[in-house]
């Protein structure tokens, strides 16, 4: 059976056994994931309901690719650039493209169980902490209060200078040109 799965924004089409590499994924080395996201699903020519089928697959190891070199240059600048990059990679060994998602559900509902009883003890601090934060909420409320009455001071502040400014000063006469026309006759 072979199953085309979407992961990472790339889509791959797998069987049992097959390994792949994809966009990195969250695990360790031998963890098993569950490849959620099933577009087609089939064996041989006939096509089978994907929503029905299952995708598991074990993490094999957590890895770079190749590099790829990045270099920007403009022309008669003087400006150059160079960079590398080596992109996060998972490598998958797909374990079974099964037709029921039960097993895979209930290898996955472990974890979630576990962190569960995490949940628990944060939703009981969070409830100590409730008083604490309606307490910074009353302040901030405080604090808009006097934001409001200062405005109206602000606006008193631009009117008081303006009724002080003293009037532009003129400048001074032409009296150069009168005395140069007196020189000359």
Request: charged share 30%; hydrophobic share 45%.
């Amino acid at each position: 059976m072979f199953a085309i799965v979407r992961t990472g924004g790339k889509q791959y089409r797998v069987a049992a056994g097959d390994k792949i590499a994809v966009e990195k994924l969250a695990g360790e080395a031998g963890d098993t994931v569950t490849l959620g996201d099933i577009l087609l699903a089939g064996e041989g020519d006939s096509i089978a309901d994907a929503s029905k089928v299952a995708v598991s697959a074990e993490i094999i190891a957590q890895a770079k690719s190749e590099k790829v070199i990045v270099f920007k240059k403009r022309r008669r600048h003087n400006y150059r650039r160079k960079a590398g990059h080596r992109q996060q990679l998972t490598l998958l060994r797909i374990l079974s493209v099964g037709d029921s998602k039960a097993p895979a559900k209930k290898a996955a509902a472990a974890p979630k169980n576990e962190a569960a009883p995490v949940a628990k003890e944060t939703t009981a601090e969070e409830t100590k902490a409730a008083p604490a934060k309606k307490a910074p909420a009353k302040k901030a409320a405080a604090t808009k209060a006097p934001a409001k009455k200062a405005a109206p001071a602000k606006a008193a502040a631009d009117k008081a200078p303006a009724a002080k400014k003293a009037p532009a000063k003129k400048p001074a006469a032409k009296k150069a040109p009168a005395a140069k026309a007196a020189d000359k006759k």
